[in-house]
């Protein structure tokens, strides 16, 4: 069972590699990007990314879930067969939903650019969405088969040289041809395009788009009951940036926007795990094996998530100030809330496999309503007085109710015992991160660095201190450091009687 885990956490790394290339240049690029562009038209960039995210949500039809889960029901020997008519229906059933949304939204460009902007005169940039739905959910799908095939290597290249790709593009746009806020989006979006013709190659024996009439009505089966999930949680972007766009204005949707993409460093960790997850989840036959391994990776998810939000949280404040300019730096109380709101939504998709295991994803839908409209009910009440303050309230509540009600629903058809005990040491030890946050000194200085440094990297040994690590996994780690060691040291002997 440790064996598993442990191989589940190095898929984890390396399919979380291209994410952390991602946001460590997203961050290191934001002096750059803000000193070009004003928060207002950083602001529309969050609403025409928000649209993108929100209909790929709505195109991609839970067909990737299903595409997953498919290839691996099917026997060994069966397997590659399998996947890659799953894989071709997938993609030709992917292409006929951006065919009718790509087409709807350039036929309603005016209605919505005047609803999500405030400007019908800015309908070149739904175009722009276009372009951005097109080469994501391109680019998601044609990837997902890399994990199929637990090609780590190609996925992790691909992954690179999108990353590579975006930023080097961006820039030119942005500071090169001083296209504002559209060579931002340009250059992200052509990012993506660059990479999907030759991840298509690699793999060109599964990349003719061909239905599989055997599989539509199983797929879907599976597949559409999952929609109001991925809508669900693109909801919640997509509703507290609307409001606070029309409450607040653009302005502060900017400095809001550029809180989330700080806070954003925390789903690196959220995204490996949701791109390993269902590959490791799904291989496990047993059902007794696969919750104690569930429980398990559970408990550390929270102690590696606490670090990481607590860590966010705590030096948000001297890292936005000094990375970016006073218009910005409001952000610096948001950071520590949406770290947590990102934080909470791991859980959601960690606590959620029981029902996908069990293909019991009907109940989905009313569990994707719950956190809608506790979103909606808290941005009406929280933004109007409290502004972007209000609404990272508003996001960590939403989430919070979306991973409850899975929880709760998965629990029922798949139950789980998770170690509650050492689950609630995390999540102690994270609040009192988060409240010092507040408390501590801000700014750029000695005091404030010093400070928030030592509590950030004091969290892991605090968290031992409670006696989160078992005894069976402290003998473990004890032998997996050992025998690692006496690996390093056999092979310096080697070298020197060589």
Not at 80 to 105: E, H, K, N, Q
Not at 315 to 341: I, K, Q
């Amino acid at each position: 069972m440790y064996r598993r885990i442990l191989q589940l956490a190095g898929h984890s790394v390396v399919y979380g590699i291209g994410s952390v290339a991602s946001k460590v240049i997203a961050i290191v690029l934001l002096p750059i990007i803000t000193a070009y562009l004003t928060p207002r038209s950083y602001g529309i960039s969050e609403v025409v990314m928000t649209l993108v995210l929100f209909t790929s949500a709505l195109v991609k039809l839970g067909l990737q879930n299903a595409m997953m889960r498919f290839s691996y029901d099917a026997p060994e020997h069966e397997r590659d067969d399998v996947a890659g008519r799953v894989v071709r229906t997938t993609l030709a059933l992917t292409f006929v939903s951006l065919l009718v949304a790509g087409i709807a939204m350039v036929l309603f460009d005016e209605q919505i650019a005047r609803f999500f902007l405030g400007e019908p005169d800015s309908t070149d940039l739904v175009w722009y969405a276009v372009l951005g739905l097109w080469s994501s959910v391109l680019y998601a799908t044609v990837t997902a088969t890399f994990r199929i095939q637990k090609r780590a290597t190609a996925f992790l290249r691909a992954s690179l040289a999108n990353v590579i790709a975006s930023a080097a593009l961006t820039l030119y746009f942005v500071t090169e041809q001083h296209m504002g806020v559209r060579g931002l989006l340009l250059g992200n979006f052509l990012g993506y395009l660059v990479v999907v013709p030759f991840a298509m190659w690699s793999q060109k024996e599964w990349m003719v788009p061909r239905v599989d009439r055997r599989l539509i009505g199983p797929m879907l089966r599976f597949a559409l009951p999952t929609i109001p999930m991925a809508v669900a949680f693109q909801s919640l972007t997509l509703i507290d940036r609307t409001i606070l766009s029309r409450e607040s204005g653009l302005t502060e949707l900017g400095v809001y926007g550029l809180a989330a993409r700080f806070a954003g460093v925390v789903l690196i960790v959220v995204t490996a795990l949701q791109l390993s997850w269902q590959p490791f989840a799904y291989s496990i036959k047993d059902d007794d094996e696969a919750r104690r391994s569930y429980a398990i990776v559970t408990s550390w998810f929270a102690a590696v998530m606490g670090w990481l939000v607590s860590g966010m949280a705590l030096l948000a404040d001297p890292v936005v100030r000094a990375m970016t300019g006073p218009a910005y730096y409001d952000a610096t109380r948001l950071v520590p809330l949406l770290a947590l709101s990102a934080g909470i939504y791991g859980v959601y998709f960690l606590v959620g496999i029981g029902a996908s295991r069990v293909k019991r994803t009907g109940w989905h839908f009313l569990v994707a309503m719950a956190a809608v409209v506790v979103s909606l009910v808290a941005n009406l009440l929280l933004v109007p007085s409290m502004g972007a303050l209000g609404a990272s309230i508003a996001a960590v509540l939403a989430n919070a109710t979306l991973a409850g009600a899975m929880l709760v629903r998965s629990q029922y058809v798949f139950r789980v015992d998770y170690e509650a005990l050492r689950i609630l040491r995390a999540v102690a030890l994270t609040a009192i991160a988060i409240f010092a946050s507040y408390e501590l000194p801000h700014g750029t200085g000695l005091d404030a660095w010093g400070s928030r440094l030592v509590m950030a990297f004091g969290w892991p040994a605090a968290l031992v201190a409670t006696g989160f690590v078992t005894h069976h996994e402290r003998v473990r780690i004890v032998r997996l450091v050992r025998g690692r060691g006496r690996g390093r040291s056999g092979s310096d002997d080697g070298a020197g009687v060589a």
